[in-house]
């Protein structure tokens, strides 16, 4: 491998690792600012925290560490110490914040007793902020590692184990003293909307569209958007039947966010131009989704 090659490699890792310390640093907040005050118990280990934290008043990032630091002694002997790397940090990121960022009181950003704005609000942002972190390959551990450990031992899909600790974890919170059918709600609610937003920020940047372009001027629009949306594009011999003429497709399969880029090439080119868009549901190779295999 080149030097330039390890160098850009170097700063993509440096770039990931920021994005992932902007996504826990989101979470976090979420945390502080909206559930925590109004005592909402979400998933994960973060919902282990608050429920000690409601019953004990011991600050959450400990209950966080703590527990963190156990799953992760397990995941290293099960799983292996490339996985646990980028999980080390996440906690150790994740842990720092909740030391850091104050506990905002009560009714600071929302009404004392709006409870389920706060439950929606504080699911955005954490949903945000856990998607941004999987956008950058990162992990905030937790569960996570329990469903990665269980899943190499047991055909059970990750999705499914994760759903089974949190809904246990938040039905926990009936036993609180402050704990209630209602409040159940409330942390199930969080779950629901931060599972939303995850999946929006991750789909919204990875959704992929396929275009198909007439056009006679197919050389220049192949060549500039090989160029300045770098993308593959491949032209298909195609033959018009009302015409009985030939013609010459363009197809492309890209992000969602280059259409823009893509329709304006074509437009400059050839405003007279044919085009078809589609959404793709799944696009793997190179410069797409890595292909999964089980």
């Known amino acids: 491998m080149s030097l330039k090659s390890i160098t850009k490699q170097t700063w993509e890792d440096i770039r990931e690792y920021i ?17 925590l005050p109004h005592q909402i118990v979400g998933g994960g280990v973060t919902g282990v925290g608050a429920l000690v934290y409601y019953a004990t008043g011991l600050p959450i990032s400990v209950t966080y560490f703590s527990i ?3 799953l992760l002694l397990i995941a290293i002997r099960s799983i292996g110490l490339k996985f646990s ?10 842990t720092f914040f909740f030391s850091i960022i104050p506990q905002a009181p009560t009714g600071t950003f929302v009404g004392k007793d709006d409870n389920f704005m706060a439950c929606i609000i504080g ?61 159940i709600v409330y942390g199930l609610t969080q779950l629901a909307v931060a599972t939303i937003a995850v999946d929006m920020v991750i789909n919204g940047v990875r959704q992929s569209v396929q275009f198909f372009i ?10 500039r958007i090989n160029q300045e949306v770098n993308r593959g594009v491949t032209i298909l011999d195609g033959m018009g039947w009302y015409s009985k003429e030939p013609v010459k497709v363009i197809t492309v399969i890209a992000r969602k966010n280059e259409s823009i880029k893509i329709f304006r090439i074509v ?22 989704d890595v292909i999964k295999g089980k």
């Not at 994005?19 to 559930?35: Q, R």
């Not at 790397?85 to 994740?94: C, E, N, P, S």
Request: glycine letters at 12%.
């Open 214 to 223: 007439f056009s006679t001027h197919y050389e220049k629009i192949a060549t």
């Open 267 to 288: 437009k400059e080119e050839d405003p007279n131009a044919f085009i078809s868009q589609s959404s793709a549901i799944g696009v793997y190779g190179r410069g797409f």
């Open 123 to 183: 699911g955005l942002l954490s949903g945000a902020g856990i998607g941004i972190v999987f956008l950058a390959n990162g992990s905030s551990g937790g569960t996570d590692i329990i469903a990665k450990v269980v899943n190499k031992y047991r055909n059970i899909t990750l999705g499914r184990i994760l759903l089974y600790c949190d809904v246990l974890i938040i039905s926990s919170s009936y036993f609180l003293k402050v704990g209630s059918v209602e409040r």
């Open 19 to 35: 994005i992932i310390a902007f996504g826990l640093f989101m979470y976090a907040g979420a945390w502080k600012a909206f559930l």
């Open 85 to 94: 790397l980028r999980t080390i940090y996440g906690v150790a990121i994740m």
């Open 68 to 70: 963190n630091a156990v």
